[in-house]
């Protein structure tokens, strides 16, 4: 064809769409309801534009800064939209039927946010390990791209570097599990998981302590969870082949057989149950391996000890409060007509998740390890809930992830306290006799423990019970029964270590507990508070989780 002829069609195409033929329609963006991802997503944009500016000795003020006040302002959106009624009478597909406003992603992205501003304090806590060469040092390396041990590393830590990027990486992982819960179509689903997961393999890297174990961990995770999104994306392309859409909406049509006009080409394939099924499989194994359930759950122990303990606090709450969110959407949205096939395998799953993660506690012998196990079973117990598919289902599980998240920061956040020469003593052994050496630390600890083995007027009470609750109702007792068995195993467990901390006599050379900063403290305390209030007095958030539990369809 002439160079003549292909500029004749060009300027015939432009005539037409001119005349009105053939636009493209622009896109309609609700910016305001996107607003709470959009102000995290700025505010991380901008803190890379200050690593890039501000000059070194400024960037940790700044960033710690811009941090804080993002998550805030997108707080406060959250709560803004939530009284404008985005939640229940105004509910709706936005973003051009990308994300779903609705009462489960305003309540989920709230608790994300208030425990990531928890967990960046724990992130800017400067207090805890002895000052090198005049400056104060982080839980992150020096310099991530040094050789752990090289000439450059301890250059870089005499020159007093710290690597502040560590925030607008927070930043970025937040902004992925806010769309996670709320996304209404496979495409976005896949895309905030990318875009949350990366950052967080980052940072599992960054250890300043025990560098090389931290980079294993970081390695673990990467290549497992390459694996995970390999299966969530196999399973989005045979869930597109049997509906021939990637939009929830159109999915569960097609599941349920009211789906209207169907496109000759897509009819051959349309509506094949052996796509489906795999599809929905591969799909829900993708997201098990972000909640930590077994048999998804090897990376869980050697990446929560691996990775600096902040990080472990922040991923352990947050990763599983989206993870979380974008499971109930897939069941109770796409596939609520295929109840019957995936109830039974889930049924399988929590039993495992609850029983295995119990009785794998017991023996550990490293604190980190041991909550990572905690965080397994609790997995199971949270998904006791999900498999009940009723309205009481999703307002239990919304509870108790809020519940969760805040004694699992605050936890974590006690554990970088107990430190000796090799920096955190997370050894047991060395526990051993803290109550007497420090008994407020050991006190506050005892709370979160008792918290997580679920005993009355704490949060961990409230929330199994609402969970329990909401599946006895739904016909799975024998569910209930397997899940108290488990509690009963996981308390020993959480005792054994109080008991190891009052009743025993502290070494010699134990380990020291340092003070930290008005940071880490406030994220203790926090922990504390939301704790003992969800214990003592449930029944207001229980109200909301109720009224927050009303999907958009």
Sequence with gaps: MSATAVHSLWTTAAAESANGIDKIPAPNI????????????????????????????GRYHTQLFLSVVALAAAFAAVVALAAGGYGTTKKHIAAMG???????TLFLQGTILLASVVAVF??????????????????????????????????????????????????????????????????????????????????????????????????KYFLLGAFSSAFLLFGIALLYGYAGSVSYARIAEVVGGTVQNVDPALAGTMGNDALLLIGGALLIMGL??????????????????????????????????AAFGALLRLLYVVLPGLRWDWR??????????????????????????LLAYSSIAHAGFILAGVIAATPDGISSVLFYLAAYSFVTIGAFAVVTLVR??????????????LGRRSPLVAAVFAVFLLAFAGIPLTSGFSGKFAV????????????VVVGVIASAIAAFFYIRVIVLMFFSEPKADGPTVAVPSALTMTAIAVGVVVTLVLGVAPQYFLDLAGQAGGFVR
């Design 344 to 369: 039974p395998v889930m049924w399988a799953v929590v039993i495992i998740t609850m029983l295995g993660g119990a009785i794998v506690a017991i023996t550990q012998t490293d604190i980190k390890r």
């Design 420 to 433: 000796d020469a090799g920096g955190e003593a997370t050894h047991l052994s060395k526990w051993a006799g």
């Design 468 to 479: 329990f609750k909401a599946a006895a109702e739904s016909g799975a007792g024998a569910l």
């Design 122 to 219: 724990t992130f800017a806590e400067r207090r805890l390990d002895p000052e090198a060469h005049g400056n104060r040092v982080d839980s992150f390396v020096a310099q991530a791209a040094s050789v752990p041990g090289s000439d450059s590393e301890k250059a870089a830590v005499k020159a007093g570097f710290t690597t502040t990027e560590v925030f607008p990486l927070a930043l970025f992982a937040v902004a992925g599990m806010l769309v996670f819960p709320a996304a209404n179509d496979l495409l976005t689903l896949f895309i905030a998981l990318e875009v949350f997961s990366l950052p967080l393999y980052l940072l599992c890297a960054l250890a300043r302590r025990k560098r090389l174990l931290s980079q294993e961990a970081a390695v």
């Design 30 to 57: 609700e910016y305001a309801q996107l607003a709470p991802v959009l102000i995290v997503v700025g505010a991380a944009v901008l803190g890379i534009l200050a690593e890039a500016f501000v000059p070194r000795k």
């Design 288 to 321: 098990l391996f972000k909640v930590g359930a077994v048999p998804f759950h090897m990376w869980t122990p050697d990446v929560y000890q691996g990775a600096p303990t902040p990080v472990t606090g922040f991923m352990a709450a947050a990763t599983k409060v």
């Design 98 to 104: 990308a994300i779903a406003m609705d009462g489960p």
